[in-house]
């Protein structure tokens, strides 16, 4: 059955810097569906500010064929072990809206046990460089929703030059995820979300776009000293 795992680690500036030309997982890896190879970037930080790409921190989100590969990789190859070594999250697909070439949505969806488990979200899109300002306009204020939103544990933006942008955020509940989608949290201008799909919908930003609902199996490791992020998991 195939899973997904979405891995953060920090690397040497420089390591991390070459291998954003390069991706460092060979697409020859036995069991291997498709990896998105990116750097880290802070939610909402400002455009030109040191928080925004995060050279040292990495983002890789990772489609395999099952959970032997998955492991195989982290044991065997000389990369999977440094991936081992960071913090990363284990998930079964739920639901996808859009789609994005590379990799391969399973026929066989998993679903939660109500709407009060947590869920991870994915989106990763390819940009139009001519659209990128107006997408910043639409996006840094969604960008500040999900990053303060106190339904989220986890949350990050990443990007691959030149036009790939992805973000990632965990969250406790499924419906804290769906009432800030449609506009019900109870935050101020809680409808940014909405406005910006709204936006996308009229014109679109991507050559590409989707957006991906995982239902949580197991995290591992710690990230910026943190740990257990997801509510109610453990390693398998």
């Given at each position: 059955m195939s899973i997904f795992s979405y891995h953060l680690v920090e690397l040497p500036f420089f390591v991390a810097a070459k291998r954003i030309f390069s991706n460092p997982i060979s697409k020859n890896t036995k069991g291997l569906i498709h990896s998105e190879y990116m750097t880290?970037?802070?939610?909402?930080?400002?455009i030109f500010s040191p928080s925004r790409v995060l050279i040292?921190?990495?983002?890789?989100?990772?489609?395999?064929?099952?959970?032997?590969?998955?492991?195989?990789?982290?044991?065997?190859?000389n990369f999977g072990k440094v991936l081992s070594k960071g913090w990363y999250v284990r998930l079964s697909f739920i639901r996808e809206w859009g789609s994005f070439s590379g990799f391969k949505i399973p026929v066989d969806k998993d679903k939660l046990e109500n709407p009060n488990s947590p869920v991870v979200a994915v989106t990763i899109a390819r940009m139009k460089p001519f659209?990128?300002?107006?997408?910043?306009?639409?996006?840094?204020?969604?960008?500040?929703?999900?990053?303060d939103h106190s339904g989220t544990t986890l949350s990050l933006a990443s990007v691959k030059f030149p036009n790939t942008v992805s973000t990632f955020s965990i969250w406790k509940t499924e419906k804290e995820m769906t009432d800030m989608v449609h506009g019900h949290s109870a935050v101020k201008k809680p409808k940014r979300h909405a406005s910006a799909m709204r936006e996308r919908e009229r014109k679109d930003f991507h050559f590409e776009f989707t957006t991906l609902r995982f239902k949580p199996l197991a995290e591992f490791g710690r990230w910026k000293g943190q740990s257990n992020f997801i509510p109610n998991t453990s390693a398998l």
């Open positions: 880290a970037m802070t939610l909402g930080s400002p040292g921190q990495v983002a890789i989100f990772i489609q395999w064929e099952n959970e032997t590969a998955l492991n195989s990789y982290l044991e065997q190859d659209a990128v300002p107006r997408f910043i306009r639409w996006g840094r204020p969604v960008e500040k929703l999900v990053r």
